[in-house]
């Protein structure tokens, strides 16, 4: 009886294209960006090509999904979610006072 044999898992691949020198620079500016707003979950998926954030912000009912073609993009996102979602409470005081 022939025993099963260990084997080196295939680098991920894309598809049919393996992974690139290209696709790890984008994987480390996933980094870069995940290190830069913590609470954020940043990958690059090279299937799609596209960054990808997530975060549940305090009183979300859903996760927030942004998606970007460039890790710039990515954070300029973030950074304007950051500021609708502190900016939410008092919009919402604001209209349960009538104010709105």
């Keep these: 009886m022939d025993t099963p044999t260990a084997t080196r898992p295939e680098p991920e691949s894309a598809g049919d294209r393996r992974l690139t020198d290209d696709d790890a620079a984008r994987w480390r500016e996933a980094a870069r960006v995940r290190d830069e707003h ?29 998606i970007a073609a460039t890790s710039g993009e990515l954070a300029a996102k973030i950074v304007k979610a950051e500021r609708a979602a502190k900016a939410a409470p008092a919009n919402r005081r604001r209209r349960l006072r009538g104010h709105d």
């Design 38 to 66: 913590p609470g954020w979950v940043v990958i690059w998926l090279a299937r799609l090509r596209r960054y990808h954030a997530y975060h549940r912000f305090t009183g979300a009912r859903r996760d927030t999904v942004l």
